[in-house]
């Protein structure tokens, strides 16, 4: 098993260009969340969907919006990139968040820069 | 969203116990504690977790107070693979919401 994969894992974009982050997984979960983690800092939840077909915002979610397209995958798009938007990006994968026992798996990250 | 509070850096010796603490002193009857460990350029990784009663992983061990307001993570013999940033989080009933902190960052000294 792959566990949760991430593509690109670098990305060089200019202000106001947009791009989609890719996340799939394996493992049959049923939840998904985006992160970023900016220099420093502890993960910020952008986006969740606690299950196909359904997403809900995060702590930071202005400038993004995301798709569930099916219960592999989650992407993150940036619709007009913004130097704030500079960071690493986490995608991560639980069975279910209802029951809080299960754990959180994490793919391995995309470091975006815009210039 | 409880909060948790963590001390921002800590030392250990290799081969040596770790005591890493957390006060959560909002936390609420239904609240789990997670903490998630992130090794340097990678991505936070599952440690382990509790609600009332202390709990032994292969990783580590759980201790939760008895009135739950703090917890400590114990690495029973620290190695230099665990340096690296832990979390500690506080997942509410019903959320699907993990709020990361700052975490602490461990130094593992030879």
């Known amino acids: 098993n792959a566990g949760v994969t991430q593509t690109p894992k670098f990305q060089v974009l200019k202000t106001g260009q947009s791009m989609t982050l890719q996340c799939a997984q394996d493992?049959?979960?049923?939840?998904m969340y985006w992160y970023r983690q900016d220099p420093g800092m502890g993960l910020r939840l952008i986006y969740y969907s606690a299950s196909e077909g359904t997403t809900d915002k995060g702590e930071v979610p202005n400038g993004y919006n995301v798709s569930r397209l099916n219960k592999r995958e989650f992407s993150l798009r940036l619709e007009s990139a913004a130097p704030s938007q500079t960071s690493v990006y986490f995608c991560a994968s639980s069975e279910t968040s209802a029951k809080q026992g299960f754990a959180q798996y994490f793919g391995p990250g995309t470091r975006l820069t815009v210039t | 969203d409880a909060k948790t509070t963590q001390p921002n850096s800590m030392e250990s010796n290799e081969e040596e116990p770790v005591h890493l603490p957390c006060n959560h002193s909002t936390i609420s009857g239904t609240d789990y504690i997670h903490w998630y460990r992130q090794l340097p350029s990678q991505g936070p990784e599952y440690v382990i977790h509790g609600l009332t009663s202390n709990v032994n992983n292969r990783m580590a061990s759980l201790a939760i107070a008895e009135d739950r307001k703090s917890s400590t993570l114990i690495l029973h013999r620290a190695t230099l693979r665990d340096a690296a940033v832990y979390y500690c989080?506080?997942?509410?009933?019903?959320?699907?919401?993990?709020?990361f902190g700052t975490g602490t960052r461990l130094k593992v000294l030879a």
């Open positions: 989080i506080l997942i509410s009933s019903g959320t699907y919401k993990y709020i």
């Open positions: 493992m049959n979960h049923n939840s």
